[in-house]
């Protein structure tokens, strides 16, 4: 089985993660018992559990040294190649990784997402589709409280911080130069349907499914 792998990037809270739910779900209707699976970088997040956790919640989440890339691009290779993977489970609440992995079996469609898949020159040759969503800063703000604040348990002032402190600069050295590798640059302003039916389309013409 071939494995289509497509890589949905942008700045955090531009819509990464509701494109690749809607996107899934959106193939799995239009094309009934078409096999895909959803991938997520942040699973890759290092594990942090020998630093204390004020030196933890130091740490520049945004940077790419944060992240376990090697082992992403390994394991994308080995799904590519028909190979199930054990991948991470991350703690966002303690930076740590659980004991526990899931296993993510190959697939016909691979979606991952995530800030920094285009800024790697290795992981981002293995994509066949590369996605980037571009969305103002202020609106991704705007999303990342309402997501951290339910999802995460963060304070509205932490993640103000945050976002100024790190998001913003790394954004503007990693993430936004990394558009120039994608294929297709779509609005985060639009809605998430709006998107997936343009990436659909855009499959379709590069002959990723069957018209």
């Known amino acids: 089985m071939l494995t289509t792998a497509l890589a949905i990037t942008g700045a955090s809270g531009s819509g990464k993660t509701s494109l690749a739910t809607t996107l899934s779900e959106d193939l799995r209707i239009d094309f009934p018992g078409l096999d895909i699976r959803v991938l997520g ?77 285009l800024s790697h020159a290795e992981l981002r040759v293995e994509f066949d589709l590369r996605l980037f969503i571009d969305a103002p800063l202020d609106l991704c703000l705007s999303r990342r409280k309402q997501r951290d604040c339910v999802e995460r348990g963060r304070s509205i002032e932490s993640i103000e911080r945050q976002f100024e402190a790190t998001v913003i600069p790394m954004f503007n050295k990693y993430v936004a130069p990394s558009r120039n590798h994608a294929h297709l640059v779509l609005s985060g302003h639009s809605p998430p349907k709006v998107l997936s039916r343009q990436v659909r389309a855009e499959m379709k013409d590069r002959g990723f499914l069957d018209t």
Request: no cysteine; proline share 3%; hydrophobic share 35%.
């Open 41 to 117: 970088e942040d699973s890759y997040y290092r594990d942090l559990g020998h630093l204390s956790l004020a030196q933890r919640e130091r740490v520049n989440f945004d940077h790419p040294s944060a992240l376990e890339h090697n082992l992403l691009l390994k394991q994308l290779r080995a799904l590519k190649a028909g190979e199930a993977v054990e991948v991470p489970n991350y703690n966002y609440s303690t930076h740590t990784r659980h004991t526990y992995t899931s296993r993510l079996e190959s697939t016909e469609i691979l979606i991952v997402e995530g800030i920094l898949l």
